[in-house]
């Protein structure tokens, strides 16, 4: 079945930092990637997705390159802020139409930013 | 529009009750969703409607949980009888699902942190 295994947190950094949070999958097929964050008391919100090989997701500065041959998909972020405080989960949904419902998640990583 | 929208957003109550959690979907969406978020094991999907019609349940974890939808508008999750091991935040999560891989967009709400003493 399909799986997503990311980097056990928390990570912790100081504001300016370059950020790294590595998800590697397995699935059938062809997924779509995604990353959700997720604030203080609230809801997943989504943050980016890719949904074929070598696409790049991008959005708030954050990038992810969908990565076929090594089935990754890293969260990366050049400089890092203290809003960007939060737990970050990586995602793919299956390929067929019967399936790509159904969204498999990693078991988060929280992300603490210090100024 | 005022996204996805749970109720309550807390619940304590205690073993044995009857628990009941709703959800307004995003007007328009016509997929639906019930998660469970625990530190053990993280987010699990629970049941997923698609125009208001069960589609997949697998994830329920036993009778005692059910879930319903009687309109495109609102969503039940039932837990009767109540135990601890329920303790977990149940979040409601909507789409707009056109069959097309990677296009299923999930918005979810705010979440019900659940406590069953």
């Known amino acids: 079945g399909n799986s997503v295994t990311q980097m056990e947190g928390p990570v912790t950094l100081s504001e300016e930092a370059f950020l790294t949070i590595n998800c590697t999958y397995t699935?059938?097929?062809?997924?779509?990637l995604f990353w959700y964050v997720q604030y203080p008391g609230e809801g997943l919100q989504l943050l980016l997705k890719?949904?074929?090989?070598?696409d790049k997701g991008s959005n708030k500065g954050f990038e992810a390159t969908y990565r076929k041959e090594t089935t990754s998909f890293h969260l990366e972020k050049g400089s890092v802020q203290v809003s960007d405080s939060a737990v970050y989960f990586c995602?793919?949904?299956?390929?067929?139409?019967?399936?790509?419902?159904?969204?498999?998640f990693g078991k988060g990583t929280l992300l603490t930013v210090n100024p | 529009d005022a996204g996805v929208i749970q109720s309550p957003r807390h619940e304590v109550t205690e073993m044995g009750q009857e628990v009941t959690l709703r959800c307004k979907p995003i007007s328009g969406h016509n997929s639906l969703f019930w998660y469970r978020q625990t530190m053990m094991r993280g987010l699990e999907l629970l049941i997923y409607?698609?125009?208001?019609?069960?589609?997949?349940d697998s994830g329920m974890p036993e009778d005692r949980f059910s879930a319903k939808m009687p309109n495109a508008s609102f969503s039940t999750l039932k837990i009767q009888p109540s135990e601890p091991r329920d303790s977990a935040v149940y979040f409601c999560?909507?789409?707009?699902?056109?069959?097309?891989?990677?296009?299923?967009?999930?918005?979810f709400g705010a979440g019900s942190r659940l406590t069953v003493l």
């Open positions: 999560a909507s789409s707009l699902n056109s069959g097309a891989s990677g296009a299923n967009v999930l918005t």
């Open positions: 699935a059938t097929g062809y997924p779509s």
């Open positions: 890719a949904t074929k090989a070598d």
């Open positions: 995602a793919l949904s299956g390929s067929s139409g019967g399936s790509n419902y159904k969204l498999t």
């Open positions: 409607f698609n125009n208001n019609v069960p589609i997949d």
